[in-house]
């Protein structure tokens, strides 16, 4: 390999979530990686740092055009300029969408287990959470359509937010089935939040479907919250955008997320994403094989080294989903998400 995946990194004494916890605390939860971001970005930011003025920063069109070549080479998905919003996250995004797109005791539904703090963006703007349950067979997550569009067909239910792929199953929604999606919210008049953060880190050989791309049905309800973060390791620079192909949808998620002051990159921030789907590809594709060899050791260790059996979750994504009949909770009774992405 030409980049380097084996060195240990010490984080402790870093501030960083993950790791600055007591010793004995195992941060299995916490969806960053252990690995140096691309040496790529390390050396744009450096360079950054060297001119030794930070002040406030706009967005150039150099930004635009990653988001756009980048989609348009790794998920055939043709975005326009102006579909593009910069935010300072996608969780910050969401919160923002859902604050701005309903009204208080209104429903948002989520397909559960999902991550938890698509919860909080709910309750936090005075929502209620409607819930669909995926249903679970033989070691595979599948999405449960009738209940689907039973939860759509509520009146009261006016905002969806898919995970593609999902967190924690790390299922890669189908076309098929994501554009059942799109015909169920274009018939009950119900606005899709797609959250598409994990889209690059799939197993080698998988490649994930941007919901947006898939039907005119699924173009016009979309809005579509993605970021270079997970992939590369950057989440603590802040840095995400929001793709709106609807002109009127799209006024109105730019008005909130205006008003909530997470529009407006920090001076590092646009750097480095555009950085990243410039120069990243190559780094990114030894990363998803050095990522896939650690989940497969990861596997075989906890069959072989757990007292109570798992049932090893199928999934495509990165992470490995690990269902334990007395387990503890990932936002769902008897389960528990491992990250692979260490060394």
Known sequence: ?????????NRRGTGASKWDVPEQVLPMWVADMDF????EIIEALKKRV????????DVEQRWYDAYINWWDKRHSFKMKP????????????????????????EKVIIQTPVYNIFFNSILNNGCRVSESQLKYENGVFSMDFEDLEEKMSDPMATLFILCNPQNPSGNIWSREE???????????????????????????????????????????????????????????????????PDDFLRFKVWRGLN???????????????????????????ELRQYVSENRRTAEKYISEKLTVPPEIISSSASSLPVRI??????ASTGKMRSNSHCC
């Open 259 to 285: 008003t909530d002051e997470v529009a407006e990159p920090n001076v590092f921030a646009c750097e480095a994403a555009a950085t990243a789907f410039e120069k990243g590809g190559e780094w990114l594709d």
């Open 178 to 244: 994501l554009a059942r999606i799109g015909d169920l919210a274009e018939k009950y008049n119900v606005t899709v939040i797609s959250d598409e953060i994990h889209c690059d880190l799939t197993d080698p050989g998988y490649e994930y479907i941007p919901f947006a791309s898939v039907s005119e049905a699924c173009r016009k309800v979309s809005i579509t919250c993605m970021a270079p973060t997970k992939t590369f390791n950057i989440a603590g620079i802040q840095t995400a955008a929001v793709c709106v």
């Open 36 to 39: 140096k971001t691309a040496p």
């Open 82 to 105: 102006e579909w593009l919003i910069f935010c300072t996250g996608v969780i910050p995004a969401i919160s923002s969408i859902v604050r701005k797109l309903t009204t208080p005791n």
């Open 325 to 330: 009949r007395a387990g503890v909770s990932f």
């Open 1 to 9: 390999m030409k980049y380097d995946f084996d060195t240990p990194v």
């Open 50 to 57: 060297e001119h030794g003025v930070f002040g406030y920063t």
